[in-house]
């Protein structure tokens, strides 16, 4: 059984950080491609970025481009993301996800495993 398990939310001012963090079990990282997703309140989901497992390819939506970082440490099967420059439109739910597809500028919106979900609130 798959679980991935998310954690490092919190609320944090704007301009600030956070580090989640995304644990894996069932699942080797070495084998899927992992992910992030995220939703705000009243919004649908959105990609945030992506690893390809092939070549280590990482993708970014634009509005996270220069303030955000992906990073996954594969012997732990655990998978990060480093959120700097918050800004309150940032707020959301953040998901982690594996075995989705990630390809040079490309991302899926599905994924055939997600996390429970870490709440990021970035007040102004």
């Known amino acids: 059984e798959v679980q991935l398990q998310a954690s490092g939310g919190g609320l944090v001012q704007a301009g600030g950080s956070l580090r989640l963090s995304c644990a894996a079990s069932?699942?080797?990282?070495?084998?899927?491609?992992i992910g992030w997703f995220r939703q705000a309140p009243g919004k649908g989901r959105e990609r945030v970025s992506c690893?390809?497992?092939?070549?280590?390819?990482?993708y970014y939506a634009d509005s996270v481009k220069g303030r955000f970082t992906i990073s996954s440490d594969n012997a732990k099967n655990t998978l990060y993301l480093q959120m700097n420059s918050l800004k309150p439109e940032d707020t959301a739910v953040y998901y982690c996800?594996?075995?989705?597809?990630?390809?040079?500028?490309?991302?899926?919106?599905?994924?055939?495993?997600w996390g429970q979900g870490t709440l990021v609130t970035v007040s102004s």
């Open positions: 996800a594996v075995d989705l597809v990630c390809l040079l500028g490309v991302m899926s919106h599905q994924a055939d495993y």
């Open positions: 069932g699942i080797s990282f070495d084998d899927v491609n």
């Open positions: 690893i390809s497992n092939n070549d280590g390819h990482t």
